[in-house]
């Protein structure tokens, strides 16, 4: 393949251009929407009350999401590729549809259910097909086009969401996902083959779907939890659920994960462990650093926002630098991820700890150059080095471990914050002390991650 095959402007060469929007917008669907609601959400309140359910806005979505996505492989087995992104987009539109008519919080959050279950399939089955419309050589390059994606939601979504919600209503934040929707379907019909549909006498494994939904539903009732007690005990029974589930699918007729998951000595087992424990470590940041900067250095909501972006834009900026490196060099670069991380969370930790300012952003640009330079060919390598007929579970899995990442994560970072009496801190002085046990606990966090980086590329 020549380079010019394999560069960037073969992403959007007349061969490729409609897989890559097509891709790019269904993952958009979940990146914008995030954004745009966090943004939306307290002027729902405000008009429809049940302030006491404002984060159960975030939570129903988070878990249906993580259930669609553990499931996505199965359906587009069974219902090939197309229909069952038509299917997932459709449920995506009616949670759209419902959230930006609901007339109280109880209905708002079935939308939101409805819009975590559509999205968390649309956005795993857009992973899987990204081996099956680009050759290897650009898998990385698409990867960076969705880190782009993503760099523009952080941006872009809370303003476009303040705007629409300042002059036409919140309700709008939600509808403007319907247009959206229905360009994505007409994409999938145009772009996207039907595929073979396999038959299979087995069920759904809708128990573990269940289990796997319970189990991320008490780690999210234990980040909302002010007793530490009370949030282990969540979080406790949260691992072991879904190790029990893990278990029990490596013997079943229809499993969900691929047949190595999370086993260490694997290059898909270890490399699932790097996908879940990065978004893990990181969380803790991801919660408390755009409140640290409002709450400690007396920043504008505004500011402090694009200081907490600083992330992506780096993700975005380093994921293209370095798609074009050789094979050869690809193993060194995922290693390379979760020390970087490492470094941007103690740096950040170090950073509270000093009251510096300048540090809190050479951290962030650390963690965002943790992602972009082994994100996309830690991605690659587990699609790539899946059993045969396994990819599908293994490249549909990652948006799936990656939310549940960020989703423990949170937990445990909110554990850890509130038992360094986060809650009680009545001062700057003792903000800033609590959040630096918090950073420094999320260090710790992603020595897992540099391990399990080492050992899915030992043999590469």
Known sequence: MTNTASGWAAIVSPRYLGATITLCLGVALLAFNGFLVSTALPTAVDELGGVALLSWATTVFLVFAIMGGAGAALLKARLGARRALIAAALVFLLGSLLASIAGSMPELLVGRALQGLGEGVVAAICYALIPELFPSALVPKVFGAESVVWALAAFGGPVLSGALTETLSW?????VNLPIGVIFI???????????????SGRLPIIRLLLIGAAIMAVSLGGLLSSPVLTALCLLLAGTTLFAVIARDRTASVPLFPSHAFRFGNVVGAGLW????????QAGVAV???YALQNIFGFAPTLAGVIGAVMAVVWSGTAILVANVPETTRPALIRLGPILLTAGLVTIAIAFAANLLPLVIVGQILIGAAYGTSWAYTSQTIMEAALPGERDRASALLPTIQSAGYGIGAAIAGLVA??????AAGTGQQLAAALVVTFAA???LSLPAIAAARAM????
């Open 171 to 175: 309700r709008a934040a939600f509808a």
């Open 442 to 444: 999320s260090a710790l």
């Open 288 to 290: 408390f650093l755009v």
């Open 186 to 200: 007409g994409l999938v019909l145009w772009i996207v083959p039907s595929g073979l549909r396999e038959k299979s």
């Open 274 to 281: 790097v996908i879940l424990l990065m978004p893990l470590a």
């Open 418 to 423: 509130n038992t360094a009496g986060i809650a």
């Open 457 to 460: 590329t030992i043999k590469s």
